[in-house]
């Protein structure tokens, strides 16, 4: 098992900037992808990044060269920083933490931390 927490969401104006951090523990490999995902109401939940273990990094278009992920493997930690966020921004955020071998759907999930980007 493997336990997530995320942190750092809030309410912040649109151009403005958030640091989003997710803590792992438990069984956690040094192989394992990372990755932020993001659910708006009404809407199904989306990728917003991905960084595998070797740090390469995959992202949405739709936050590519605003949004930017990092890990430091030393506190099992991954990051999201966000820049000049958007209204259309606003979703609850779950890290997610997947095995190397396996795909998102046998991922573990955090509880969620929501942002909310005001006009």
């Known amino acids: 098992q493997v336990q997530l927490v995320e942190s750092g969401g809030g309410l912040v104006q649109a151009g403005g900037s958030l640091k989003l951090s997710c803590a792992a523990s438990g069984n956690i490999f040094s192989s394992d992808t990372m990755g932020w995902f993001r659910q708006a109401p009404g809407k199904q939940r989306g990728l917003v990044a991905t960084?595998?273990?070797?740090?390469?990094?995959d992202y949405a278009d739709s936050v590519k060269g605003r949004f930017a992920i990092s890990r430091d493997d030393a506190k099992n930690t991954v990051y999201l920083q966000m820049n000049s966020l958007k209204p259309e921004d606003t979703a609850v955020y779950y890290c997610?933490?997947?095995?190397?071998?396996?795909?998102?759907?046998?991922?573990?999930w955090g509880q969620g931390t929501q942002v909310i980007v005001s006009s």
């Open positions: 960084i595998t273990s070797g740090g390469v990094t």
């Open positions: 997610a933490h997947r095995r190397r071998s396996l795909t998102w759907g046998g991922a573990y």
